[in-house]
């Protein structure tokens, strides 16, 4: 049995990259995003952002090696962090 700490199905990795952002609307902004798995990406931003919205991003890698990763999430929840907000989204799309 897993314990508390490995309850998820997919582990995060901690990123810390900048990511761009385009909601449903065709604002434009800019986050850092925190941690990703595969399921899922923690986001910080400095605006508030409505649960159920959908998002499109792109995480562009810190070497030239690897293409940008392109996925559309939903955001499950925004919570205020600081001077700004944390997304939790659950990734619903990998487009490249």
Avoid at 68 to 81: A, G, K, S
């Amino acid at each position: 049995m897993k314990d508390y700490s490995e309850k998820r199905d997919f582990h995060r990795m901690q990123v810390n990259s900048e990511i761009e952002i385009t909601d449903s609307r065709g604002n434009r902004f800019k986050g850092v995003c925190r941690d990703l798995s595969a399921a899922g990406m923690q986001i910080y931003v400095e605006q508030e952002v409505e649960a159920g919205e959908e998002l499109q991003t792109v995480l562009h890698p810190s070497s030239d090696q690897f293409p940008p990763l392109e996925t559309v999430c939903e955001v499950i929840r925004c919570e205020p962090d600081g001077n700004g907000f944390l997304l939790g989204t659950n990734i619903s799309e990998v487009t490249r």
